[in-house]
């Protein structure tokens, strides 16, 4: 993405941005709340609308709106802070919906599917539940598997770990760990830096609104680059 | 005043009648107003301008005069237009033009109560705006469109009531027919008002019932 | 559609609009009183009690029955019990039966949507419960009554309209005469329909006025 800026009234969310990810890679993206992380990655699948900057995945530009940005969209998975399961329809109905409404498959091979994926994130047994009978970090995953379902090429993670308790939150950032492995390009904001530090190939740092320092995680958490970036650190990582 | 029992036994025949076309008016002009009430609620929120600002307008019009003058002009406009209904379709013409603008209401703030992120999820799934709407977010909706419509579902039938400026024969215009043939009044009118109550209350409760059952 | 038609329509209908407005602030005046005062004294009975049933069957039968029965009710019934009132007082009477029986309900629902914690607390520090009712439960309850009172004043306003079936000369009656005298019905029902718009708006414009005076002020706790 190419200078990309959004501002809300006065407030510049977004200052200029520029950045880059290559296939596979795995990038975490931290910052003060306000810096605009969120705002980043939801101007890439335009839930944002951004005022100017341009977006390209696999060398295809991102449109303003119509069907390409509905094509594009089906290859971007997105996983929200509040999980947004559907919840009026049962945990495996919520991972087949898209596949079938959307890319026309059969009821069969998109349940078959959808078990697969459950496997995945150790969930099948829960597949008829609806989602309010599951517990945050489970719906969390659902919703993972939801995303992966549409067999995107790039997984934006916003703050997927911030609603829920602690002890849930290794169970979820697990199986992004193991998405990771497998090679999907990833985007994840987040502030569990254990996790930045064990999963990301980069580390971008963000504040007010543009990203101040970038770097592999042993450089970037060792060798702090920018006072911000320091300051920040010791805020979150304590004493 | 006396009420007695064979005054009221001798009304009872044709007031009966009309309760029959006054629960058929009520029950036909509501399922017409939710069969088109969907879209023009979707069209309102998420529809090209033109769409939202002539369906604002209709629903403000409506919703702000009384229901007696969408009646006279439901009842006016469509001789005029060409369209020659008899009483009971004009009046089910009129009925769902009030009904649904209600009903589009009820439709949007139940979508609108559903909150942002559901509409975000179906998006970044890859559905466009319209199909996000009818297939994610209406179905949802639905739930909790069913209790204010079952209170519309009172409103429509009280509201029946007025057809009788336009000489549909439902009760109000059949008792008030008969207040003047027979010099019966109070057992008239009396039986009017336990008619509507038990329609009201009978259908209420069906409505709820069915609720109940969508529910689970 | 004829300009000069709709002008002179929207003179001919200011008195009859004028009648619309006497019978609606009449009643309103009247019923808004007797209904939320019966609401509030409904939400702090017993539902065992005499009163208490009385209160709910009324609000039953004027919430289970159509304006138009009221109105005959009234306009045909009242005469036979040898009360002889005014066609203007009958459409009010038939008005304030309605109106109040919703308000008692609006107040009602007002008074128990305040947790029952309030009524312990207030309890706990030594008042009784009409002090409770006073100090504590009402300037909150009132907060919640009035958006629902608000819409019940244009419910009222645009019920008014059926009182043309008892030949008052109001709004809605002056207009179906014009109408039938030159079937113009496009240009009168529009000049109608913005009567009873503005009348409408104007009166909510000054109620949510009196509203936000409330509201800054603390509500009524604080104002006596």
């Known amino acids: 993405m190419r200078g990309i800026t959004k501002s809300y009234g006065a407030f510049k969310a977004l200052d200029a941005v520029d950045l880059d990810l290559r296939r596979g890679e795995k990038l975490v993206v931290c910052g003060p709340s306000g810096s605009g992380k969120s705002t980043l990655i939801r101007c890439i699948n335009r839930l944002e609308e951004p005022e100017s900057g341009l977006v390209t995945i696999e060398g295809q530009k991102v449109g303003a709106g ?8 089906r290859r971007v998975g997105m996983v929200f802070q509040q999980f947004n399961l559907f919840p009026h329809l049962p945990v495996i109905d919520n991972i087949t919906i898209g596949p079938r409404r959307l890319k026309g498959m059969g009821r069969a091979e998109a349940a078959d599917r959808a078990i697969a994926l459950l496997e995945r994130v150790k969930l099948a047994d829960q597949a008829h539940k609806l989602p309010s009978q599951l517990s945050g970090g489970q719906q969390q995953r659902v919703a993972i598997a939801r995303a992966l379902a549409m067999e995107p090429v790039l997984m934006l993670f916003d703050e997927p770990t911030s609603a829920l308790d602690p002890e849930m939150i290794k169970e979820v950032l697990d199986v992004m760990l193991e998405l990771g492995q497998q090679g999907m390009s990833m985007i994840v904001v987040t502030h569990e830096m254990g996790f930045a530090r064990r999963a990301a190939d980069r580390i971008v740092f963000m504040d007010k609104g543009r990203i101040v320092a970038g770097a592999p995680p042993r450089e970037f958490f060792d060798n702090p680059s920018h006072p911000r970036l320091r300051q920040f650190l010791d805020n979150i990582l304590g004493h | 005043m006396s009420v007695s029992l064979t005054s009221f036994l001798e009304v009872m025949p044709p007031l009966l009648k009309a309760a029959v076309v006054t629960v058929e008016i009520s029950v036909l002009s509501l399922a017409f107003a939710c069969v088109i009430a969907p879209p023009l609620a979707i069209a309102r929120m998420i529809g090209p301008w033109p769409a939202r600002f002539a369906v604002s ?13 969408v009646i006279a002009f439901v009842y006016f406009a469509l001789p005029a237009i060409g369209l020659t209904f008899n009483g009971f379709w004009t009046g089910v013409a009129a ?3 009030v009904g ?4 589009v209401d009820i439709v949007r703030s139940s979508i609108e109560s559903l909150g942002r992120g559901q509409k975000e999820a179906a998006l970044a799934l890859g559905f466009s705006v319209w199909r996000a709407y009818l297939e994610i977010l209406f179905p ?8 204010p419509l079952t209170n519309e579902l009172a409103n429509v039938i009280k509201a029946s009531a007025l057809l009788s400026v336009i000489s549909v024969n439902e009760i109000s215009h059949v008792g008030h027919g008969l207040i003047f043939e027979t ?3 109070a057992e008239v009118i009396i039986q009017m008002a336990i008619l509507y109550l038990v329609i009201v209350g009978c259908l209420s409760a069906l409505s709820r019932a069915l609720e109940r059952r969508l529910a689970h | 559609m004829d300009p000069v038609f709709m002008f002179d329509v929207l003179v001919r209908l200011i008195p009859p609009l004028g009648l619309t407005i006497a019978l609606s602030l009449t009643a309103l005046l009247i019923a808004t009183p007797i209904g939320l005062g019966l609401g509030t004294l409904r939400a702090t009975l017993r539902d065992q009690s005499l009163a208490a049933r009385i209160l709910d069957l009324y ?26 009132l005014p066609l203007f007082w009958m459409g009010v009477l038939a008005l304030v039966f309605n109106s109040a029986g919703y308000q008692i309900e609006i107040a009602r629902a007002g008074v128990n949507s305040v947790s029952r914690g309030q009524w312990e607390a207030a309890a706990a520090i030594g008042f009784n419960r009409s002090q409770s009712l006073l100090t504590f439960i009402l300037p909150q309850a009132a907060r919640r009554m009035a958006g629902p009172v608000m819409n019940e004043l244009s419910q009222l306003i645009k019920a008014s309209s059926v009182l043309s079936v008892i030949t008052l000369y109001e709004l809605h009656k002056a207009s179906e005469a014009i109408i039938s005298a030159n079937f113009r019905f496009v240009e009168v029902l529009i000049v109608e329909g913005f009567w009873y718009f503005v009348f409408v708006y104007t009166l909510v414009m000054i109620a949510r006025r009196i509203e936000k005076r409330f509201s800054a002020s603390g509500g009524l706790a604080e104002q006596r």
């Open chain 3, 59 to 84: 609000v039953f039968v004027v919430r289970g029955t159509p304006i138009l029965i009221q109105i005959f009710a009234v306009y045909f019934l009242l005469p036979m019990t040898g009360l002889k």
């Open chain 2, 57 to 69: 307008v209709l629903v403000e019009a409506v919703r702000g005069v009384p229901p007696l003058v």
């Open chain 2, 140 to 147: 949802q909706a639905l739930k909790r469109i069913l209790p």
């Open chain 2, 95 to 97: 009925l769902t033009v």
């Open chain 1, 66 to 73: 119509g069907a390409e940005l509905i094509a594009l969209r």
């Open chain 2, 183 to 185: 010099f019966i009044v």
């Open chain 2, 100 to 103: 649904a603008v209600y009903a």
